[in-house]
């Protein structure tokens, strides 16, 4: 017994050593709630706010937030103020979406940024992945999706590109959307993040018979 309790502590001894136990964050408790939406915020240094007008309460049990900078206004040569409502003249940051769906969870945040760089890269995004990581939880280290996502192929003439990642736990999938002509100036971008390939493919399948 002595000298099974000495391979024990030794085995336990190694697995630390080694890296094999880890500290990783628990799952975050879903749908999202505005505390949790808004500690991401903070973490990462990403502007916004959220307003309780645009809070949306969706048919599969998601709740909806959209995330503004206060600070920031629509150009005047883009968006006439005659066209605009007080609430449309502030940015849109983010819209986060999130619920259990047949007992499994799922998130998707939709960024916006008005002028972003002429050519992709992944490190322009960081900021954005690390939010959507920090907002889903489940993870041992805040950059690992984007991590995952950095050797992706995607196309060499800035077009619209979607690619996924397979991570212990999570299924991600990823959509960046260019500006779609020249009088456009918004990239978009969409991170959703599935417990599971197969629960990605059940909630597409949902969405695409209502």
């Excluded at 939709?110 to 900021?127: G, M």
């Excluded at 260019?178 to 390939?197: K, W």
Aim: include cysteine; glycine fraction near 4%; charge should be negative.
């Amino acid at each position: 017994m002595k000298r099974l309790t000495c391979v024990l502590l030794t085995v336990i001894s190694l697995c630390f050593l080694s890296g094999c136990i880890t500290d990783v964050a628990p799952r975050s408790n879903f749908p999202l709630n505005e505390a949790a939406i808004i500690a991401a915020l903070e973490e990462t240094g990403l502007p916004g706010s959220i307003l309780e007008e645009e809070t949306h309460y969706g048919d599969l049990g998601n709740i909806s937030y959209v995330i503004r900078n206060p600070e920031a206004a629509f150009p005047v040569t883009v968006y006439p103020e005659s066209a605009r409502t007080d609430l449309e003249d502030k940015l849109v940051i983010a819209a986060v979406n999130s619920a259990v769906f047949e007992g499994e969870q799922f998130l998707s945040v939709i960024y916006v940024r008005r002028n972003a760089p002429d050519t992709f890269a992944w490190e322009d995004w960081k900021q954005h992945i690390v939010f959507a990581t920090l907002l889903n939880g489940g993870y041992e280290d805040e950059e690992d999706i984007y991590r995952a996502f950095l050797d992706k192929e995607r196309p060499d003439d800035n077009s619209s590109f979607t690619v996924d990642a397979q991570l212990t736990g999570r299924y991600c999938v990823t959509n960046c959307n260019p500006p779609s002509d020249s009088h456009s100036i918004d990239t978009s971008m969409v991170v959703s993040i599935f417990e599971s390939q197969e629960a990605y493919q059940n909630i597409q399948d949902r969405l695409q018979h209502e």
